[in-house]
């Protein structure tokens, strides 16, 4: 099963065995769900833009932040609720989570999904757990960044550095290959499970023993 949720409002849920592997599902029957464009234009299936919601028949959404109206009328902009999440829908009106707002990562001129990325790795059987995030680019190009992979490798197996550099060039395009491999015993993360990418900036060494690049020679 997967679900989508927010503490401020906002509901999909996707039961075992119903609809595509990736999907967090569809509203229920109370609730609407867009995907709007910077103009709240509602996108085309396969666009990604923010996903908004709010109960139907509502004209607003009650959510307050306490003591800031300005941040308040933002999240609940023309009666919904603003999610901060970037999302898009199929044809047949399943919704798919790709990254929150600002959390693409910029390289060589495009915005890289952590979440494709992580997906792919997920799958080497020497992967226990992956997080991606970015480092200032080697180019030195103002706000680009190379990809990181944070990787806990599972017990008992031989980790492969190689290997899963190898299995990113099968099903990643150029761009979204990752210029390093940084092996951790665990990704730092909240209470909800949020990896805590600070902490991995803050523990991050290109020379270390711990992160690895794909050709040794680039050292």
Not at 115 to 122: C, K, L, M, R, T
């Amino acid at each position: 099963m997967e679900c989508y949720g927010a503490i401020a409002g906002g509901l999909a849920i996707k039961p075992v065995g119903v609809g595509p592997v990736g999907s967090f599902g569809k509203p229920p029957p109370h609730s609407e769900m867009r995907i709007v464009d910077q103009n709240d234009s509602e996108c085309p299936p396969g666009e990604l833009g923010e996903l908004v919601s709010r109960p139907v028949g509502a004209d607003q959404v009650p959510v307050e932040y306490f003591g800031n109206k300005e941040t308040s009328d933002k999240k609940t902009k023309g009666g919904w609720l603003r999610s901060g999440d970037i999302c898009h829908r199929d044809a047949a009106g399943w919704f798919y989570f790709d990254y929150r707002k600002g959390g693409g990562i910029r390289h060589n001129g495009d915005f890289i999904n952590p979440g494709f990325v992580e997906g792919v790795v997920a799958e080497c059987p020497t992967v226990s757990d992956v997080f991606t995030y970015g480092v200032p680019a080697r180019s030195g190009s103002p706000g680009e960044k190379d990809l990181v992979l944070a990787v806990v490798p599972c017990d008992g197996l031989i980790f492969d550095a190689a290997a899963i550099f190898a299995k990113c060039r099968e099903a990643l395009e150029s761009n979204f290959l990752p210029a390093y491999i940084h092996l951790v015993d665990e990704i730092p993360k909240t209470a909800s499970e949020k990896p805590q990418e600070r902490f991995l900036l803050d523990q991050f060494d290109e020379l270390a023993a711990n992160v690895f690049v794909e050709y040794a020679v680039n050292r």
